[in-house]
């Protein structure tokens, strides 16, 4: 913990001089130094440790741990498990993302409540980092390396599918922005932002497998439901529900799009 | 490989739509009013429905026209008839990316974000590229017509080109007429960066 502390204030001490900096296109090369200078590390070490500590610490009014939680390979599977997600589950019968998965266990077996689960999910910028967030972490770190293979055999999943894709391009709100606004187009980039096309296999690949990851300019590990909630909002969207439908959809298009290519979160980003 | 062969041929063989009240009651049931941002936000106009359609199949033309030309006829040019305001507040509008998300604060007026997707001035080099290069766009003249398109152009886009990619900045209330003409300025002044590039 006081090692990740100091990293949290050395990142939030970049990103404040990145962000009052009066030249933005030094920005992309100090990112890169600052990249460069982590090597092979990557802060969110520490927050995959924490995620084990989480799952196997009683919690609740049921004073249980998360082991026996089933993220679809078998209850307390986790190698392997984050990247088969999003997936159909029996026993809810609905599609869930790691996200919703998540809190499904820490209601049924924990015994917590969706208001106490929900409160805070992910964390503010240069916060301590979270719950979710950290379990995320662990969870797609005992996936790394291994194929992003969402489940496509039952209807549900394919409904997902189907739905993720409509809501992909469906524009609204004061702007009339959709996802594809933004990432339908290859090459593109918001000021010096790089946009992924995640109409593409090699698109979704890059965006999908990279999350959950650091952010570096803000000192905490991020998860793709963060990354849909904070596209939304510039998207003038109200707030979007972590696990929803809406969220799970999205997350199965790009899943499914993405599929074959190998996880590589946490990544490190910006 | 196996995997990706049965994807290709599910992609190509059985992609479903989805209905409207299908959509509607998950994207109701997806998100959460927040701050001064309500569900409203999530209702499509006639529009943006026709603009939604996945992976830009080519919608009926003879709708188009007709949105088109409903876009047009929906134009409120300056009341005074004077197109140019500031540049130097327009530069400000350009470079202000606020506005409408939850977390800003309504309070504040609303930036118009140019250069998120244009480039303008060529000293700012964090420019997108979603919309072309305006560098220079004085160039074209002040005719009463490049004043009049142009307006008409960030008032509602579509009155053009059905589903650009560009926000309605009059139109849907973005951006007042004053901060529109400021806009102008930024764009047609002789004086402006966007046309007086320091060597």
């Known amino acids: ?270 | 490989m196996k995997i990706t062969i049965t994807f290709v041929l599910w992609l190509a063989g059985c992609i479903g739509f989805v209905q409207a009240e299908d959509m509607s009651s998950a994207l109701n049931g997806g998100f959460k009013a927040i701050n001064q941002v309500g569900l409203d936000r999530l209702e499509q106009d006639t529009l943006q429905a026709f603009c939604s359609k996945p992976r830009e199949e080519p919608g009926d033309a003879a709708v188009a026209a007709e949105l088109r030309q409903t876009a047009l006829a929906s134009v409120v040019l300056p009341g005074n008839g004077e197109y140019l305001g500031s540049w130097e507040r327009g530069q400000e509008v350009a470079n202000n990316g606020k506005g409408l998300q939850y977390s800003d604060n309504p309070e504040e007026a609303n930036g118009g974000n140019c250069y998120a997707c244009h480039q303008l001035d060529p000293a700012e080099v964090a420019y997108g590229n979603l919309g072309p290069s305006l560098t220079n766009y004085g160039a074209r003249g002040q005719s009463d017509v490049m004043l009049e398109y142009t307006w008409t152009k960030l008032w509602n886009t579509h009155a053009y080109n059905v589903c650009s990619h560009m926000p309605r900045f009059g139109a849907q209330g973005i951006l007042t007429e004053q901060q529109l003409k400021d806009v102008m300025a930024f764009l047609f002044d002789p004086d402006s960066p966007v046309n007086n590039q320091a060597e």
């Open chain 1, 1 to 270: 913990m006081p090692n990740s502390r100091i990293i949290n204030v050395a990142a939030c001490l970049v990103a404040t001089v990145m962000l009052t900096g009066p030249a933005h296109a030094d920005e992309a090369g100090i990112f890169d130094e600052y990249r460069a200078m982590f090597g092979d590390d990557n802060p969110a070490i520490f927050v995959i440790e924490e995620g084990e500590e989480f799952w196997f610490a009683s919690q609740g009014p049921k004073q249980a741990t998360l082991e026996a939680c089933d993220l679809g390979l078998g209850p307390g599977v986790v190698d392997g498990a984050y990247a088969r997600l999003p997936r159909y589950f029996e026993d809810v019968d609905r599609v869930m993302d790691v996200e919703a998965r998540l809190r499904f266990c820490m209601e049924e077996l924990q015994g917590r409540t969706p208001e106490e689960v929900d409160d805070r999910p992910y964390s503010l910028r240069g916060d301590l980092g979270t719950e979710m967030e950290a379990l995320v972490a662990w969870l797609a770190e005992k996936s790394r390396d291994l194929p992003i293979a969402p489940g496509q055999e039952h209807d549900k999943e394919r409904e997902a599918y189907s739905l993720g894709e409509a809501v992909f391009y469906y524009r609204a709100g004061p702007h009339d922005f959709s996802c594809a606004t933004c990432h339908g187009q290859e090459g593109m980039r918001i000021r010096l932002q790089a946009l992924p096309d995640l109409t593409t296999h090699e698109g979704a690949a890059v965006a999908y497998s990279g999350w959950p990851a650091y952010r570096i300019s803000e000192g905490v590990v991020r998860t793709m439901g963060w990354r849909m909630r904070a596209c939304f909002r510039q998207q003038r969207f109200p707030l979007l529900d972590m696990g929803s439908d809406v969220t799970v959809a999205l997350q199965t298009y790009l899943a499914v799009t993405a599929a074959g290519a190998p996880m590589a979160a946490p990544g490190l980003k910006r």
